[in-house]
């Protein structure tokens, strides 16, 4: 709990908070009802813990590690207002609380690559050799811009890359083709597409089936941002 207070907002009684979708509104919270009623509890609100001990009132972004924290010390779950859930952030905390929640962005991310490893392992999707991964472009989390002769789109991964839910693992070990091009979903969760069919082999016998996937930059598409262009153009057949 040391840890977890450390990368908590400490609330003692009383704490200017900003509203940025009412036009940087400040307000003053008083939390010292929440702190004398709730002693020993916490409460959360879309991705954010709000957790009640002797020493007042602390805020952190909801984790995996945080809640384990929470529930090994024995807090109890109650209903109280979770400040900092609803866009709102401490004025004079504003830094370290956006630091938390990139911390905690990162560890979903963590989380979810572990999981899609633990589904794959429990369903004999085996590993692609570091040379064959290698000679495949990974879909960044924020998309790809592509231009063809009729539109212009960005194209995301297959799954949400955040956790592991039901459309994730439909498409776990799965690969499709299409012109010369294969697009697969990795043990890791993540979209690879590659050139060429020479991979499909390897595929199969690391468990994978084909499924009807869309396969990104097989229709002629051209991608615009010239640093994802450059690592597609290295993708060799």
Known sequence: MKNLKENSIHIYNTISVIWPQMGDQEESLDMSDVRSKFNGAFCTNNSTICFVTDDGVFVTPYTREAMAAILGSGLVRKDFYVPFSNGDYPKYEKAKWLHLRDM??????????????????????GELSEEILANCFRMPREGV????????????????????????????????????????????????????????????????????IFVPFSNGEEITNPALAAQWNQISK
Not at 110 to 122: A, G, I, S, T, V
Not at 147 to 169: I, S
Not at 174 to 199: A, P
Request: net charge positive; with cysteine; charged share 30%.
């Open 104 to 125: 905690a962005r990162e560890s979903y991310y963590r989380e979810y690559e572990d999981d899609c490893r633990r589904w794959c392992d429990q369903h004999g999707i």
């Open 145 to 212: 811009p592509v231009k063809h002769l009729y539109f212009e789109d960005t194209y995301y991964p297959a799954c949400n890359e955040r956790c592991v839910d039901c459309t994730v693992v439909d498409k776990l070990g799965r690969f499709c083709s299409n012109n010369g091009k294969v697009v697969f979903i990795y043990r890791d969760g993540h979209t690879y597409v590659t050139k060429g069919y020479k991979i499909i082999s390897a595929l199969r016998a690391a468990g994978f089936k084909d499924a009807g």
